[in-house]
């Protein structure tokens, strides 16, 4: 879509809800993400982050609510979700890189058979995004030859190399080293600047403080309290919040 | 918010929370406009695909029902293929062969599964001490799947019997062990195959463990493995019951000699087509069972999920 609607949020989740079973999930969450903002989501483990991203990605369905993508509403049953989510970039908490594919065809897989690009202009972008992260002398090489963190890196190159419109990225540091984790940084800070939109589950407190426009504090599937970094983590409104993050810097 | 939750409990560490019920449910969620009609729309949306399944199907059905019917020789082929008297006279008799088919099936299938398990697991054994035996079960594997059932069955059922140093066993005895000779070298196969399609990161878990390789094959490899192949050894299955119609041409009385017999005596071949129905009614409850088993199998371990 044209820059004349950018005024509407990317993605709009309005009271979702989403239960496995007996296990009510996601209780009725509204978040608004606006372009360029780098949304990052906080909670103990098990609060519905992965759950939410999933969501707003059609591979969980919602149980009522509704997602709004650019205005569109993506929950709708009559939306087509192959075209949606290939509007989607997600980098999963498990890389799942294809495991049959080296890098470079990881990388290239979707541009080429969903965007229906060219293979040397597939690969030209692959290898131009791969040698930025440093590996640019993996390109032959199959993800199980690589190490956990360059896997990961691979699998954010697989999911930006479209230019999605929003990106997932659930966990992304989780496996990395704290230079590489500032290299991730810098490599989410280069995407915000480039025009890209994300929301991201973390459990590093610095990392979120660091990289997010919005911070966003889960509990239970509750959105409990959301706010600039600032304000959420020195100085946050909701009890709940300060439990949490106390228990976060009592362990850390 | 926090009014509802319990009594004040000590604290946890935060990853000990995840399971806990706390906050906002207190009411039960009551479903909004938006989601009942979306549950609409998905009902009808399901609700046509059914209709449409079903009309084209009632369709075809008729199209090549008037076709057959209306062939100028359909009259005969009735009469001499779908017999009812016949039918119902041949019934007995073949109901009794395939008495005989089922009990060569079920030990026909302990034996394959048994002895193709046994195949599998050599031939999955790294270690160079094992060389001779690795060769053999490949020699084994390589031989028998290449040969064709039929000519196992004479070579079983009438070259050992000649040899005059086993006593005389009814024919079925030695159908049930060609049977197993040949199915147990397909089987074996596919059962490695499951297990190589098993990704190692599960066997570097399940020896980090400390699982010896016997257990990491018993207890991780194998059961993710047999997931992965249980349409194939359905399907070998389904093929060996078959089979099993071939002991026949040993002499014993199965549905299919029985059938045989009963055409033999009219001149009339409905009781093939009976013998047949009977192999189909036979391996449905099979085919229905192991595609309920999958579905439960994947809806309990993967992920929810719309894909
Ligand atoms: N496919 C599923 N089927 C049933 N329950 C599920 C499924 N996926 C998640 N859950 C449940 O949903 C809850 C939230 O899970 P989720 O993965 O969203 O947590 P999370 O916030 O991402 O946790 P973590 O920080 O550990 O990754 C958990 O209680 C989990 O048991
Ligand atoms: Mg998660």
């Known amino acids: ?252 | 918010m926090t009014s509802t939750s319990p009594a004040p409990t000590p604290p946890t560490d935060v990853s000990a929370e995840s399971g806990r019920v706390s906050t906002a449910d207190a009411a039960p969620h009551q479903p909004s406009q938006v989601a009942l009609d979306r549950a609409r729309f998905r009902k009808k949306q399901s609700a046509r695909s059914v209709l449409i399944a079903l009309v084209s199907t009632v369709v075809v059905a008729v199209i090549v029902w008037i076709a057959i019917v209306n062939t100028p020789g359909w009259a005969l082929v009735q009469q001499s293929f779908f017999d009812p008297k016949t039918a119902w006279e041949a019934l007995p008799s073949v109901l009794l062969g395939l008495w005989t088919n089922i009990q060569v099936l079920f030990f026909a299938s302990i034996g394959v599964a048994i002895v193709a398990t046994l195949l599998a697991t050599v031939r999955s054994l790294r270690s160079p001490v094992w060389f001779p035996l690795r060769f053999l079960t490949t020699a084994y594997t390589d031989l028998f799947r290449g040969l064709p059932v039929l000519i196992v069955l004479y070579l079983v059922g009438f070259g050992i019997p000649a040899l005059g140093v086993f006593p005389r066993v009814p024919a079925q005895v030695w159908g049930t062990i060609a049977l197993v000779l040949c199915y147990s070298a397909y089987v074996a196969e596919v059962l490695r195959a499951g297990m190589e399609a098993v990704h190692p990161s599960q066997r570097y878990a399940a020896r980090s463990l400390g699982l010896t390789h016997g257990q990491t094959l018993r207890l991780v490899v194998f059961p993710q493995g047999i997931r992965k192949v249980t349409p194939a050894l359905m399907n070998d299955f389904v093929s060996m019951q078959k089979d099993v119609g071939l002991i026949s041409v040993l002499g014993a009385v199965d549905a299919v000699r029985a059938a045989q017999i009963n055409v033999a005596e009219t001149y009339n071949f409905t009781a093939y087509v009976v013998a047949g129905l009977l192999f189909v009614l036979l391996s449905w409850p099979m085919i229905r069972l192991t595609d309920w088993y999958t579905a439960r199998a994947q809806r309990r371990e993967q992920t929810g999920g719309a894909v």
């Open chain 1, 1 to 252: 879509m044209s820059d004349t609607d950018s005024g509407a949020p990317v993605l709009s989740m309005r009271g979702v809800y989403k239960a496995f079973g007996e296990n009510t999930v996601l209780r009725g969450v509204d978040l608004d993400v606006h372009r360029h903002q780098v949304v990052v989501l906080i909670g103990a483990s098990g609060s519905g982050k992965s759950t939410l991203l999933k969501t707003v990605n059609l591979l969980e369905q919602i149980d009522d609510g509704q997602i709004f993508l650019r205005g569109q509403d993506i929950s709708d049953p009559r939306v087509d979700v192959d075209a949606t989510r290939a509007r989607i970039g997600v980098v999963f908490q498990q890389f799942n890189l294809f495991p049959h594919l080296t890098v470079l065809d990881n990388v290239t897989l979707a541009n080429r058979r969903v965007h229906g690009m060219p293979k040397d202009e597939a690969e030209r972008i692959a290898v131009e995004l791969l040698g930025r992260i440093g590996l640019a002398d993996k390109l032959r090489s199959y993800p199980d030859r690589l190490s956990g963190g360059q896997q990961q890196r691979v699998a954010i190159v697989r999911a930006i190399a479209s230019s999605p419109e929003l990106l997932l990225l659930d966990e992304i540091t989780s496996a990395l080293d704290p230079q590489l984790v500032g290299e991730v940084l810098d490599l989410v800070a280069g995407l915000k600047s480039t025009g890209s939109t994300m929301v991201m589950a973390t459990h590093e407190m610095s990392f979120a403080r660091r990289a997010a426009d919005l911070v966003v504090f889960l509990k239970n599937g509750v959105l409990v309290e959301q706010g600039p970094p600032e304000q959420v983590f020195d100085d946050p409104e909701h009890p709940e919040t300060r439990e949490f993050l106390a228990r976060v810097h009592a362990v850390g």
